[in-house]
């Protein structure tokens, strides 16, 4: 008897011990462990209203009198983290106003991967253009006439279109062709 008194104690203590186990995780005995593992949901993708928007000339950038190349840098200026992904569409702003905008032809470069931007972080894209050449007016290689834009119109995939000048000149390009990078969560020179 003793024996099987022993058994029923060690039972019991398993018992106890499983309840305990229960209580504490939240599984039942008798359920799987993949039913306690909780899957998160992605973060969705950012708001044009959650993002703002800041340009500047790159410091690579073809040989030539005009922009030649620009960094756009976006901003998570809410308070939630969200998500960028994919290659900008590029339009130049026309009279500063995006009712007035002349899409850019856009070659993508660089595979699109999805950027987490966190509360206050940063994700950028390059954009390189057919660069301006000559003094005063300048002049495109293809004889077509440069063209300036005071700002240009970014869009994002899922993200919405931003009007964006540059914080250090204006626009200048040649043949309305861009060739741009996807967003990426490390910052182009």
């Not at 060690?10 to 306690?36: C, E, K, Q, R, Y």
């Not at 200026?77 to 007035?100: E, I, W, Y």
């Not at 964006?164 to 741009?180: R, Y």
Request: with cysteine.
């Amino acid at each position: 008897m003793r024996h099987s008194n022993g058994i029923r104690r060690a039972a019991l203590a398993t018992t106890a011990v499983t309840a305990v186990a229960a209580a504490v995780t939240g599984i039942l005995p008798g359920t799987a462990m993949a039913a306690s593992t909780t899957t998160s949901t992605p973060p969705p993708a950012c708001p044009a209203s959650a993002l703002q928007v800041s340009a500047w000339q790159a410091v690579h950038r073809p040989v030539g009198t005009g922009t030649g190349a620009a960094v756009v840098q976006f901003t998570n200026v809410s308070r939630r983290t969200c998500v960028l992904k994919g290659h900008p569409t590029v339009a130049g702003a026309g009279n500063g106003s995006p009712a007035h905008s002349t899409p850019l032809k856009v070659t993508p470069t660089g595979r699109a991967a999805t950027v987490t931007v966190r509360p206050h972080g940063k994700a950028w894209v390059k954009l390189t253009f057919v660069q301006v050449q000559g003094e005063a007016d300048g002049y495109c290689v293809s004889g077509k006439d440069p063209v300036t834009y005071p700002t240009m119109v970014i869009g994002l995939p899922h993200s919405g279109k931003h009007q964006v000048a540059l914080n250090d000149g204006v626009w200048a390009e040649c043949d309305n062709k861009v060739t741009v990078t996807p967003v990426s969560a490390v910052k182009p020179s």
